[in-house]
């Protein structure tokens, strides 16, 4: 057990319990509180993984931004949300069932892959993934349709958001 | 992955000199408020405590101390004690990015004056920036309160909504510089200083990092007349003066990070023969911008909330936006 | 090391308890942060496999991008729907929406 594979352990096992508080806390401002918390077991992740600007930009977009969003619709549509009796919907338990089994065959079918136990190779210190990553999402040869599309979904999203949230003249 | 001892003590030194420089600067940051809103308003202000009054800020952290803590009955404990907190921390981390000056040789080390030089300083900066708004929001929300409640919302859509012209502006030094590192972004203001080529972008950050430390005349969340204290009205004692030092020590962050995108860092004249006097350049500009804070708060009255919002989404926003685009284009066409 | 099994059992965890959120939860917010969960979970998967299988190109981080970018988009109108909703039908329960139902 090196020291790194305990703060992997450590990162994972915050991450997936506070996944699971979201899906089971009543009081959903809690919920939201946890899923900050998840959130930002990943930003841990993406940095293990080596992919810094992912990490801070998961911090930024989701932690900074949807999840306070989150906060935000909670706290707006408070009314009977604190005290529903019952949470989850009748087929819960079903669902659970579904989950576990689904996670369990996951977990068998990837380890028949041979990559699956895979060993990271060092990067080169001298590559900048940032510029990689900046050219390839505007490049022809890279990601720009993809790219250009998001873009235009957001704005889409952005418009969308405004007309449906705007309260109506004359009602 | 080997770190060696001394680059760890390293660390740890320079992160207590940081630290500590932040808490004196609150500390003092808000003498230096009083006695110049006094001096502006032809006042003395404080100028019992020691010599000019030097000793006020330990007076008042003293007080503070001693106050009674009070936690309202139905108010949600944990989040209403963690709210201070989270707004501290960001305050205490976000100055782990900026440089205070060039390299010095100290014990026959190469010592950086700076706590880290990371290749995404400016997202750092900006994610930091972000989550400051939680613990507004969650005093707000905590306290059982409906004018802190009302206090945590605006803040939170305000903070919201001036982020965007805020990251706006932060994109035209990295064009400049074609870097997001802070220190890249000072070298390249070793000749003319960003605010010079960009004053429109300086102007936008200026006005929309006062709406993101909540200073007036944006100071909607905090409005007294109307909101009582905002979202800070249940907090006492300490926790209140975490509020207080997190509100102080953000205003020396933005300030210094002002000060490194567009007034050139901790560059000034001699600065590369005598690397100490960097931290001192870089100083001088946070003690101007602060005391820039202060006159504008002594000057402008507080805005209407719609109005801040309008002014946010439909001035602000379109001039930084349309900035950005246009600074590209220049770039590209003059391939500068 | 870590070998690349952990995160993708990770990332299965973390996608399997989004999936019971977004199922079991009455709550529309509530399903929307499961969603959340999901799209975290994939991204976990996308720059695990970029760094292990695929590091000398950059695509595993250009695609988390985009997910990114969907996430923000479907949180922002997700939210501006069921804030809509609850200002006409006072409700954010999903099962209590069937006025399409009967």
Redesign the interface.
């Known amino acids: 057990m090196?020291p790194?594979?305990l703060v992997?352990l450590f990162v994972?096992f915050a991450?997936?319990w506070a996944?699971?508080m979201?899906?089971t806390r009543n009081n959903?401002?809690h919920?939201?509180?946890f899923?900050?918390i998840?959130?930002f077991g990943?930003a841990v992740?993406?940095v293990?993984?080596?992919?810094?600007?992912?990490a801070?930009?998961?911090?930024?977009?989701?932690?900074?931004?949807?999840a306070?969003?989150?906060?935000?619709?909670?706290?707006?549509?408070r009314?009977?949300?604190d005290d529903?009796p019952?949470?989850?919907?009748r087929?819960?338990g079903w669902?659970?069932l579904?989950?576990?089994l689904?996670?369990s065959s996951?977990?068998i079918l990837?380890?028949q892959w041979p990559?699956?136990?895979?060993?990271?190779?060092p990067?080169l210190s001298s590559r900048?993934?940032?510029v990689?990553?900046g050219t390839?999402?505007v490049s022809p040869n890279?990601?720009v349709i993809?790219?250009e599309v998001?873009?235009v979904?957001?704005l889409?999203?952005?418009i969308?958001?405004?007309v449906?949230?705007r309260?109506r003249k004359g009602k | 992955?080997q770190i060696e001892t001394a680059l760890l003590i390293e660390w740890v030194v320079k992160s207590t000199i940081l630290i500590f420089a932040l808490l004196t600067g609150f500390a003092y940051t808000t003498f230096y408020e009083r006695r110049l809103l006094a001096l502006i308003q032809v006042r003395i202000g404080p100028n019992r405590t020691g010599p000019f009054g030097f000793l006020q800020p330990a007076a008042d952290g003293l007080k503070l101390i001693f106050k009674e803590e009070l936690i309202p009955a139905n108010a949600y404990k944990f989040?209403f004690i963690l709210a201070p907190i989270l707004t501290v921390i960001p305050a205490l981390i976000i100055m782990a990015v900026v440089p205070w000056g060039g390299a010095i040789e100290l014990f026959g080390r190469q010592i950086a004056l700076g706590l880290t030089d990371?290749?995404?300083a400016i997202?750092?900066l900006?994610?930091?920036?972000?989550?400051s708004?939680?613990g507004i929001?969650?005093a707000g929300?905590s306290s059982d309160n409906k004018y802190a409640?009302m206090g945590g919302?605006r803040s939170?859509?305000q903070m919201?909504s001036y982020?965007l012209s805020l990251g706006l502006a932060f994109v035209v030094p990295i064009l400049l510089a074609g870097s997001?590192s802070l220190n890249q972004i000072i070298e390249a203001q070793r000749g003319v200083w960003f605010i010079f080529y960009q004053p429109i972008a300086a102007l936008v950050f200026y006005i929309a990092m006062l709406a993101e430390v909540n200073r007036a005349p944006f100071d909607m969340p905090e409005a007294e007349q109307e909101l009582t204290a905002g979202y800070h009205t249940e907090y006492s004692g300490m926790k209140f003066s975490l509020f207080f030092m997190g509100e102080y020590m953000k205003m020396i962050a933005v300030s210094a990070i002002f000060a490194t995108l567009f007034l050139g860092g901790y560059r000034g004249p001699f600065v590369d023969t005598y690397p100490l006097l960097g931290p001192l350049y870089l100083f001088l500009k946070v003690f101007l911008s602060l005391g820039l804070m202060i006159w504008i708060r002594a000057t402008l009255p507080r805005l209407r909330y719609d109005r801040l919002m309008a002014f946010g989404w439909k001035i602000l926003l379109p001039l930084s936006i349309l900035n950005v685009f246009v600074t590209a284009v220049i770039i590209v066409v003059f391939g500068l | 090391?870590?070998?690349?099994?952990?995160?993708?059992?990770?990332a299965?965890?973390?996608f399997?308890?989004?999936?019971?959120?977004v199922?079991?939860?009455?709550?529309a917010?509530?399903i929307?942060?499961?969603i959340?969960?999901m799209l975290?979970a994939v991204?976990?998967n996308l720059?695990?496999f970029?760094?292990?299988?695929a590091?000398e190109s950059?695509?595993g981080?250009?695609f988390?991008?985009?997910v990114?970018?969907?996430?923000?988009?479907?949180?922002?109108?997700g939210?501006?729907?069921?804030?809509?909703i609850?200002?006409s039908r006072?409700?954010?329960?999903?099962?209590e929406i069937n006025l399409m139902k009967w």
């Open positions: 090196t790194i594979q992997f994972a991450t997936l996944a699971f979201v899906v959903l401002v919920a939201a509180l899923l900050v998840a959130l990943v992740l993406f293990m993984l080596e992919a810094g600007f992912l801070v930009i998961q911090v930024l977009v989701y932690i900074g931004a949807i306070i969003l989150m906060i935000f619709a909670v706290m707006l549509t009314g009977d949300v529903i019952d949470i989850t919907n087929y819960a669902v659970g579904v989950a576990v689904f996670f996951l977990v990837m380890a990559s699956f136990t895979a060993l990271a190779k990067i900048d993934t940032i990689e990553l390839a999402l890279g990601y993809p790219f998001a873009s979904m957001l889409a999203a952005l969308g958001a405004l449906v949230a309260p | 992955m989040v990371i290749n995404v997202l750092y900006l994610s930091v920036a972000s989550i708004v939680y929001v969650l929300w409640m919302l939170s859509a919201l982020e997001m | 090391m870590i070998p690349l099994s952990w995160y993708l059992i990770l299965a965890g973390l399997c308890i989004g999936f019971y959120g199922l079991a939860r009455r709550n917010i509530a929307l942060m499961s959340e969960l975290n991204n976990i720059v695990a970029w760094r292990f299988l590091p950059i695509s981080q250009a988390a991008v985009i990114f970018a969907v996430a923000a988009a479907e949180v922002a109108v939210l501006a729907l069921v804030i809509s609850y200002r006072k409700t954010v329960i999903a099962e």
